[in-house]
């Protein structure tokens, strides 16, 4: 997805409690919603397996999105001709802490 898609959903949820991103990601209205949705469920995932917290506690600290590669393709045309296609993609960085630490 474009930089500026995925942006307008991380904008939404930067600061949040875990809880409050899973619903408001839910309930919003953007295909960007739902890739975002599974990479805060995974994070959090992680970060319990891993340091032992509970979930409950986390909140997202830092969430960015930067620019990725562009992916080129070429679209026949008439004539034998090609049209390119540059397909922007993201790098999405979700980062979460705990509230009582």
Do not use: W
Request: proline letters at 4%; one cysteine or more.
């Amino acid at each position: 997805m474009s930089v500026f898609k995925a942006r307008r959903v991380i904008d939404q949820i930067r600061g949040r409690s875990y809880e409050e991103t899973l619903m408001i990601l839910d309930l919003i209205p953007y295909r960007a919603s739902y890739p975002i949705l599974k990479m805060v469920f995974s994070a959090a995932a992680n970060a319990s397996h891993n340091m032992g917290l509970n979930k409950t506690d986390f909140f997202i600290s830092k969430a960015e999105v930067n620019g990725g590669s562009i992916v080129k393709k070429l679209r026949p045309r008439a004539k034998g001709r090609s049209y390119s296609i540059k397909r922007p993609t993201c790098r999405i960085t979700i980062v979460l802490k705990d509230k009582s630490k």
